[in-house]
Structures are given as C-alpha cells and as structure tokens.
C-alpha cells in the first residue's frame, strides 16, 4: 500500500499532506527548509503553510528575524489543537498519559493490573480512568483527537489486536481497537508497548539524530523496539524485537513460553526473583531471607535492597543478569548495527551498576564492529516512556493517515 | 537528507520523478495503478507519462484493451535504453556482467581472483574486462549509463569505499567509487556485495512480495543482506548484516578477525576446509587423504566429494556447519522477523541436504516465533546473484537520485 493510496487525493491535498508531516517530524522549521526538503516550489510551501496556520493545527514559533519584507518564523504543530491519550499496558501495571499535541503529559497516572482476569475487567479499569481525565474542567473542552495502547504482547499492527500473548488469557485477537473506537469515537492504535517506547525515544529524546535504534526493555519479560531510519520496524508478523525468546546455549531453565533457555528465563525479573529464591531455599542469602520474612515476597525489588546492603549472591544475581543481557544485545548489535542501543524498564532501577554490566557485556561482543560513536544508554522518560511513545506513534499516525487533517479540513478549506 | 533534498526541483520535475521511480519498482503498471499509488490527478499523470514515453526511457507493453476511446497499456522500463555493468568482487573470484535496463545479462565473465595483491591489480583485471564488453559490436551504440561493484566487506556508501576489509589489504578508504567514475564517466555504487545480492533476490526473484527478507552468502566468508520495506538497511556505520563475526557460545577456534568462535571461524568455506585437512591429519578420513594426495588441495569441493563417495566424517563436517548456521540464522530470525530468508553462495553448491541442515537449524530456534507461510530458501540466482544485484542496485539509485532524468532530460524538455 502506498502512502496515499485509497484516498486519490488531488494535488493540492499531497502537497499540505507531506508539508504537515515534514512540521510534525522536523519541527519547529522554516518554509526555507520545507521547499528543501519537500522539493516544492515556495509559492506552494507558502500558501498551504497559510492553510494549516488558519486551522489551528500549525502555530508559529518565535521570530527568526524582522525587515521591511517581513518576518521569518519557524512552524511547527499547534500542542493545544488537541488531545491524545498514551496507554501503557505492562505485565504488572498500566500507565495512562492524558497529553497535548505537543506530547507534554497534562495528566499521568500509574495503577497495577492483574492480566490473567482477561480483557474485560482491564478494559473497565482503563475507561474509568479515562474517563475522569478527560472530564476534568481544564481540558473538557479540548477535542480527544486519537488513543494509543502499547501491549505487551506481538501485534496485529494492521487489526489492532495481541497475537499469541504468552501470559494475557483471552486477548489473542479480541478486537481492543475496535472496542476503543466505538467508545471514544477518535481513531486507536494498537502497537507492542516496546515497540512505542522505542519510538518515543527516537522522536523526543536525544536520540533524533540516530535513525536506526535499538531499545530494550527489561522488566519482567525483556522485549526489543526497533527504529530503522526513524520508523517502527515490525517484521512481517509483528514479531520482530522479540529477544526474550532467543535461546541461550548452555541454559535449560524452562520459559513460559515453553521452550528451554530463553533469555527471559534467564535475565528478566521474573528470572532474578526466580533465582534468588533458590538462595533462599538453599541458604545462599542470609539477608534475602531475613526481607523474604518480612516482607513476604521476593521480586528484583527485595533483590537490590540485599545486594545494595552487602549481599553477593544478589550482587551476583544482577551482574549475571546483566552481563547476559548485555552479550545478547551485542550479537543483535552486529547483525543489526544500530548507532545506539537504549535500556528502559523496570530492572533499571538496580542502579547504574546494572547498566554498566550490560554495557560491558554489549561491548565485549560488538567490537570492533561498532562506530567510534556508539552508545549504550539508559532510557530518558523512566516509567513514562510507554505513554510518551504511544502518544507520538499516535500522532505521526494521525498526520501520516490524513485523519487529523480530514478533523480540520473545515477551517483549511475556507 | 530528504529524498529531494539539494535538487530543489520544481514540482513538475518531483512528479515526473515520482512517476519514473513507481514504474521502476512496480512496472508493468497501468496509468490508473500510478495515479492510485501516488496521489497524483489523472492529468499530471497522462502528462508526465507521455514525457518518459518521448524520452525513450519507458515503453509500453501490451493491449490490456482497446475501445472507441482509446487503448489502455502498461508502463515499463525501457531495457533497451542503456547498459548498466553489476560487478560481484568475492574473495576469490569476480563476476562481471553486462545488462540492459531491464537487468537482462548480455555479457558475462567469471574469473579468479588474488586479493591480497592489493587494488591496483584487481582493477586492472576488471577495466580490461569491461573494456572487451562495452566494445562489443552489438552493443557499442548504447550508452553506458552506470556501474555498481559489490566488495566482500564493509562499505562506506556515501564514500564509495571499503572500510576495514578483513582479507584485502589496502582497500581500506581506497576511492574505488571516483576512480570507476573518472575512468568510464558514469555514475558509480559500491556497496557490500551480500547487500547487493539481497536485493537482487528481492527485485526480481519470486520475493518481491516479501517486503522484509534475509539473505545469507555462505561461501569462503559468511555474511547477510538485509532488506527492510523493499531497501537494503545498511545500519549505522555499513556494517549491518556482519553475522560471520558474531561469537558462538562453547567454541574457541580463532576467526582472522583476531577474535575467538565467530561464525565465520566455525562454518565458512576457509573453516570447513580447516577442519578437513585436521582430520586428514590425524587419520579420520582416508578418502579425503587419497583425494588431497592426488589434488594437492582441500576446499570446501573437496570435502563435499569425499562425503558424495560415502565419506561420513564429511558428512559430519558439512552437517555440522549447516546445523550452526542454521541455528545462528534461527536466532536472528527471532529478533528480525522476516518473512524468507534465502541462501546464496559457494557452499549451497553442497546440494539440497546442506540446505535442510541449515532450515532445521533455523526452524529448531525461531519455532513458533514464525509465520506459517516463512520459508528457507536457495537462491535463484546462483553465482550471477551478485552481478544482477548490484544492477538493480544501480538502476534503482539512477532513478531516484534524478541522474538517469538527467541523461534522458533533453528528450524531456522538448
């Protein structure tokens, strides 16, 4: 399908269409820059540039310079033409973001789930807390223009569904888009929750420069988002960044999803909790027992804190973790040679120690096949990262589909 | 660098070449086809369509029908328009061949190769053969209208060059590019030649409606070209798809990276035949021993025929080194999620049975991360996979970047 495809579109519709995505991707910009980049002429650029200005969709931003000619200002998306909602359903918790066009987060909120109830109960858990945001008086009447929900889970990009979830009872296929759709009557979008916050580092991060980036989230499961040249890549089944189930050599645990030796049997959350309370069992953490006594439970929480008050089992348990993690990022950086790879979710929190372990363990596989500029980084939006992504593959969705300029063709056609 | 940046075209110029890139790729196709696919209104499409027609670029093929109101026929390349040379410099042998625009080979020749002689040598070897082909009598009213040259090595391609060649000493940033270019007068594309053979396989194989594939040259070295959404994904720094170089757990054999258990020190061609003359050494096979006193040498032939003749510790080898390619290849399936992954290269000339160890090796680790329509492959193309490759490359960059607009310009402007 090509990019404009089903619509036949005339001309003048192309034209404001690439000149919006290239504002939404490369802005603030000046129409200098867009006749350059677009190819188009300026009394193109200029005109249709005035279009979306009368729309309420692009804004101008500060003034480059002033003369008797005129003025120059740079372009770039109205954030108070709307609203977009980012959702990030984790293993063990949901975050919502209510958020501008621009992406800022106007309300944020982060509640645990229990995914083995089935879609129902969490969909309820999601309207409600949906809907109190967008009943607020601040925002009430700003228009909810699209809702994004990462999973975690491979995706049916194309119908808006989980594929085969290893541990989400009764989503293989149910029809989330459309359920959202018929509620909130705005366009969804359905996308592995790796595979957005990849993009959300890509679009808002430091990282803009980099088109081709690796982001790894290692939290009770360990998923991969791939960026290349700035887009999400997928596969061809919605499968692609699935490194949890890459199998180690020399390993047996046995995964959830069956097989032996997967690395998220191995180096996940799930993994470490599982390992450390074999040092309970077998007396291998004094420390970790005592916390286990206490608290009654065991997860890579209770881990750092004994390994952060002096326990080297723990200790060892996190250094293991990320040094495997680590070496199998490194084979994937040789094959894939991204220009940096990103370490987001919740096994962050160890510290930097355990982002120095993996770094070593990437290096030590990659090089010397790496540029002189490649770097292992940690994630800049820590638990918001989900929503922040949501939101931009919601907004590049909108842009790129001709849907949010269908919403403001009234003003663009006066 | 947008795909009109620097031009600045005027949008008449952006339209005839979205229109020539869009018969390029998807030709034949019907005037309706172009305006679906690229936005553009029936007029600017009839209008530009009969400018490439004039220019001699394109031609029509066939009636689809005919009525009181005209007829109605479908766009292609024209062939006969201009010859294009595809160049496959392997590590021992390289091919070269003459084609026509629609990538049909009117000339070709395979010769051995000494890499270690150093540039100079090896170019002189392939002027003098391109020189006898373009000065065919049948031919040399055509005009030459590119080169494109695959290096088994990573390739700056911006730069034109090969950087930190493995086994080709003094390649290293040479100006390959810029010497083909002063030397014929025609643009020039140097890239690694796995990535040319990819896209190849991808253009004008059977594959062309797998967007995302894998191709994989198993030969004296071992390498993959990657396609992404119908492009060669190249990585950050050229070295995308350098899998001989990723370390395999358990194995210790020294890779002349320098490093220990790469791929390429396990499964190549070189390492095959490694591990045939140890067992001529310490007596594990006798037929192998006869076969080496009357040929004086041990190559991957050698080792497939002594295993033809019955020769298990043969068997075992090539077993062996299809089984851990296979699984390595298995691996990347899972993070890469292509749809086919294709083999090409020396070592397929093992026959069908090396094939199936490398598709049980790679089904043993993707299982059941795949779609059920995924396939392993051979090659279509065989040892000319390169030559056809780097045509395709080269017609395809021809075209987008504008230059073969150029050439045809005065034919379009009139």
Redesign the interface.
Known sequence: M??????????E??AIHTILD?IRVEGPITRSFI???????RS?VSLNCDKLLASGLVVEEGIIYRNEKGKRTKLKINGNAGLIIGIELGATSCEIGLCDLSAKILDFNSSPVDLSQGPDPILAQIYHRIDKMISLPSISKMKLLGICMGLPSSVDYQRGTAI?PAFMPGWHQYPVREILQARYGCPVFIDNEVNTMALGEYSLGTERK???LLFVKAGTGIG?GII??GEI???????????G??????HNEICQ?GKKGCLEAIASGSAIARRAKQFISNGGSQLLREVYEKTGEITAREVKYAADHGDTACSQIIREAGTILGELIG??V??????IVIIGGGLTGFGPSYLSFIRDGVLS?SK????PD?EVKESTFGNKSGVIGSVMLCIKELVSSGAILRVFMSQIQK
């Not at 090509?2 to 001309?11: D, Q």
């Not at 006749?35 to 002429?41: Q, T």
């Not at 040789?334 to 220009?339: E, K, L, Q, T």
């Not at 010397?368 to 540029?371: E, G, K, S």
């Open positions: 090509g990019k404009h495809s089903g619509s036949e579109a005339p001309e519709l192309l290239l006749c350059e980049r677009s190819g188009y002429s193109t085969y980099y088109k081709n991969a290349v040249n890549y997928r596969g061809q089944t919605g499968f692609a960044g699935n490194i189930h890459i199998q180690m050599e020399g999803c084979r994937i040789i094959f894939f040679d991204p220009s596989q010397p096949w790496i540029n490649f």
